[in-house]
């Protein structure tokens, strides 16, 4: 069975940083793109990046692009997001989701339940 | 910058057929993806590819797309049919975007 656990989310002040985490198991990690969505309070999903699977490749949304950095570890199974310079329209429910690179289209077949993120003074 | 767009709302009786549509330039050359997503939980893939059900997915759940719009058909809806449903798709450039969501009321 596929898991995805996301853990790291939290109360951050403007400007400050947050690392999140996604553990993943029931599939061979390494093979698959990974990718983030969040969903900000009330609104709907906005993908924020993903990275190959050996990480040489990695992609971001442009609202994002600068301040935060997508990794991932396959030696532990785990897909990590560095938010840096954190802003107010940042707060969301961030979304760790296995990303499915097929001929016909590129989806997101897994998700994890998510980690909240609030980005308050 | 691309754009997916969905009704805010749809409502429904129980047994009723309920349509959800997604219109978007680039869906007569893209799939379309549906993920329902209800209170409190995380999104879950319904349809893939216009009109494939990943396993466990009920049957009353189908999908189609012409031209540009594609069509989320819940065929008898039910109570815990209600939720949130998202369309997602990607432009020619490879960005991925989701719609603004549907609440399907069934009541």
């Known amino acids: 069975e596929v898991q995805l656990v996301e853990s790291g989310g939290g109360l951050v002040q403007p400007g400050g940083s947050l690392r999140l985490s996604c553990a993943a198991s029931?599939?061979?990690?390494?093979?698959?793109?990974m990718s983030w969505v969040r969903q900000a309070p009330g609104k709907g999903l906005e993908w924020v990046a993903n990275i190959k699977q050996d990480g040489s490749e990695k992609y971001y949304v442009d609202s994002v692009k600068g301040r935060f950095t997508i990794s991932r570890d396959n030696a532990k199974n785990s897909l990590y997001l560095q938010m840096n310079s954190l802003r107010a329209e940042d707060t969301a429910v961030y979304y760790c989701?296995?990303?499915?690179?097929?001929?016909?289209?590129?989806?997101?077949?897994?998700w994890g339940q998510g980690t909240l993120v609030t980005v308050s003074s | 910058s691309y754009e997916l767009t969905q009704p805010p709302s749809v409502s429904v009786s129980p047994g009723q057929t309920a349509r959800i549509t997604c219109s978007g330039d680039a869906l007569p050359k893209k799939y379309a993806y549906w993920y329902q997503q209800k209170s409190g939980q995380a999104p879950v893939l319904v349809i893939y590819e216009d009109s494939k059900r990943p396993s466990g997915i009920p049957e009353r759940f189908s999908g189609s797309s012409s031209g540009t719009m594609a069509t989320l058909t819940i065929s008898g809806a039910q109570v815990e049919d209600e939720a949130d449903y998202y369309c997602y798709s990607t432009d020619s450039s490879g960005s991925r975007v989701f719609g603004g969501g549907t609440k399907l009321t069934v009541l």
């Open positions: 029931g599939f061979t990690f390494s093979s698959y793109w």
């Open positions: 989701a296995r990303d499915l690179q097929a001929v016909a289209g590129i989806y997101f077949d897994y």
